[in-house]
């Protein structure tokens, strides 16, 4: 089973930028779709951004165009750049994991798909 820990989160004003990175244990990394998740205080888990084994990848809406999701197998890490943080992007941001995916270049952002998941790395966006 694969260990995940996220770190690089922390507080910024609106705007700014991010880049979180989530560090996975193992030597079986690149079999691994990959995600990321956010949850803020009060509110249900969300669907940030995903990457599949291949490098496909997909992002909600609400982070189109502003966050950036990447992998490197090499150094079994994955990562999330955020940009034009907005005080709406605070959350605990988890990364989340999914072995065993048919395709190499099948991606998916349901949570309900992931089975390893994370510890959390809070995000704070001040305006």
């Known amino acids: 089973q694969l260990q995940l820990v996220e770190s690089g989160g922390g507080l910024v004003q609106a705007g700014g930028s991010l880049r979180l990175s989530c560090t996975a244990s193992?030597?079986?990394?690149?079999?691994?779709?990959m995600g990321w998740f956010r949850q803020a205080p009060g509110q249900e888990r969300e669907s940030v951004a995903g990457?599949?084994?291949?490098?496909?990848?997909i992002y909600s809406d609400s982070v189109k165009g502003r966050f950036t999701i990447s992998r490197d197998n090499a150094k079994n890490t994955l990562y999330l750049q955020m940009s034009s943080l907005k005080p709406e992007d605070t959350a605990v941001y988890y990364c989340?994991?999914?072995?065993?995916?048919?395709?190499?270049?099948?991606?998916?952002?349901?949570?309900?798909?992931?089975?390893?998941w994370g510890q959390g790395t809070q995000v704070t966006v001040s305006s």
């Open positions: 193992g030597r079986t990394f690149d079999s691994y779709m």
């Open positions: 989340a994991a999914r072995a065993n995916v048919l395709t190499s270049s099948h991606v998916s952002i349901d949570s309900r798909t992931y089975e390893n």
């Open positions: 990457i599949s084994r291949r490098g496909n990848t």
